[in-house]
Structure formats: C-alpha cells, structure tokens
C-alpha cells in the first residue's frame, strides 16, 4: 500500500551523523534509508524531508509544520524538542506544551503520525542536568503519543542503542550504523517488511576504568565544551541549510540517483562547517 512519508525534525531527521557527500546537505541518515524501502516495497511511494539540524522546536513549528501539512502526507514523522534539551537555559514544561501544541495540530491531519523519545546517552556528571531534562521529555512524549494516536518508536528503551558503535563520536548523534538500525526499527513498529542490513557487532568489550575516565574528559574537552560555546555565541550548521528533499520524491526511482542532482552544495555545507568547528575549538 503506497502513502506519501514526510519527515519533519532536526538533525536526528535530517540524517546527521550518517555522512555522504552524494546527498543533499552531506548526509544521508535513517530516513533516507527508510524512504528507499517504502519505495521497494510499492514504487508509488512518495517521501518529502523538511528537517534541518540545529532547528529548536519553536523554528521546527514555525518553519516546517505547514510545509508538511500543505503536502497532505499520509504518514509522517515528528521528533522535535533535542535542540531545547541542550540549551543552556531551557523551561521543559513550557518546551513539552508547546510540542503537545504541535502535535494536535499533525494528528489532525495526518492519519499515522511517528514520535520519538530521544536516546539518554548522558554519563558524565556534568550532564546530568540534561539527562533530568531527557527523563522528563521522554514521559511526556509517551504519554502524548498514547493520548494522540500515534505511533511511538521509544529509542531510549532500544538496548542496542547502548553500544557506543551506534553513535558518532560527539554521542549526541547516531553513527552510520545507528541510523540504520533505527530505520529498520521504525518499519518494524510500521509492520513495513525490508531488506535492511542491521550491523552485527562482536560483544562491546568495556574499557578499563582508567581508561575511560580519560575518554570521558576527553569527550567533554572536545565535543561537549564547544557544544555550549558554539549555542552561546550563536554558530548554527543548520542556519546555511535548506531541506534535504523539500519537494516529494519517488525513492523507487533511486535515492542515489535522485541525490545526485540535489547534492552540488553538499562539499560546501561540509567545508564550511569544518571551518566553524575549527574556529570555536577551545585552545590550551
């Protein structure tokens, strides 16, 4: 049975994280990945992707939630809300109300409607304001998924997620192997068959404490110290970007085949984020 899938988020739907130049913004990511299948499985599939990284809710609402409801999708996905987690200062009720806002407003005119909770991967005690924020996003957008009829994929409760191999080094975005395995979970929840190729991995082999103390600090020297400086100083990827796939697309006819006359500014995003990376960088 055929549909039109459009995909409405941040860079967990954008496809950060799953990097490939070929694709429109440098980067393929779980919905890509799952939009080909829809089209293996009936090539009248239709898919649209409309999500930009760096977006908080209230830019993901204003800019995104017509756009999708204009296309008249008879599915979609919602994941908004990460970007806000990790702000500096953020009040979570406020945040959740407003996701609750937007998600009456798709319910109503969308007939499958996907949520998702987003992953606690928060170990060090220096986040541990962010993971009380998780916590919280989490139960309400379960109990917002129940009390609207959609569809929940609860990533957080997916054990393999807890392997560090499904997430690219800054933990904060799925590897390539993640956002594989999540496109499977997502058509499994659907009941959609596929072709998927889910990564088998040996057994993770936990470093000695040692060890792991130093990557820790190393992790939040080099990934998450930046992170808060860039959102500071107000360095946003995602404000260069356009939509990875704005207009509807048959994936039937090859999401390669399509990506390569929608990727000429993907080596320039690339580059251009490099150079910001580069230049906000801690010294010392």
């Known amino acids: 049975m055929a549909g039109r899938f459009v995909a409405i988020g941040d860079s967990f739907t954008e496809g950060v994280g799953d990097p490939n130049l070929l694709y429109p913004n440098g980067v393929r990511g779980w919905a890509d990945r799952m939009a080909r299948q829809l089209g293996r499985a009936d090539e009248r599939w239709e898919y649209a992707n409309l999500a930009i990284r760096s977006k908080l809710l209230d830019e993901i609402v204003a800019e995104q939630l017509a756009p999708a409801l204009d296309l008249r999708p008879t599915l979609a996905s919602f994941y908004a809300g990460g970007n806000d987690i990790l702000s500096v200062r953020v009040d979570m009720n406020s945040v959740m109300e407003r996701y609750e806002a937007a998600l009456r407003e798709l319910a109503a005119g969308v007939p499958d409607l996907v949520l998702f909770t987003t992953f606690d991967s928060t170990t060090s005690p220096v986040l541990e304001p962010v993971r009380r924020r998780i916590v919280f996003y989490n139960n309400v957008v ?109 994936p039937a006819d090859g999401m390669k085949r399509l990506a390569r006359t929608d990727s000429g500014d993907a080596l320039r995003v690339h580059r251009e984020w490099e150079r910001s990376r580069s230049h906000h960088l801690p010294t010392g």
């Open 142 to 250: 379960r109990e917002l998924s129940v009390a609207y009829n959609a569809i929940l994929v609860d990533h957080n409760r997916l054990s393999v997620f807890r392997d560090r191999r499904m997430w690219a080094p800054d933990r904060i975005h799925m590897s390539r192997h993640g956002h594989k395995v999540l496109a499977a979970e997502v058509l499994k929840t659907l009941g959609i068959p596929h072709t998927l190729k889910v990564p088998e991995f040996p057994p993770w082999e936990r470093r000695p404490m040692r060890e792991a103390a130093r990557a820790e600090a190393a992790w939040v020297r080099h990934e998450v110290i930046p992170l808060f400086r860039r959102r500071m100083r107000g360095v946003r990827e995602g404000d260069s970007l356009s939509p990875k796939w704005p207009t509807p697309v048959h």
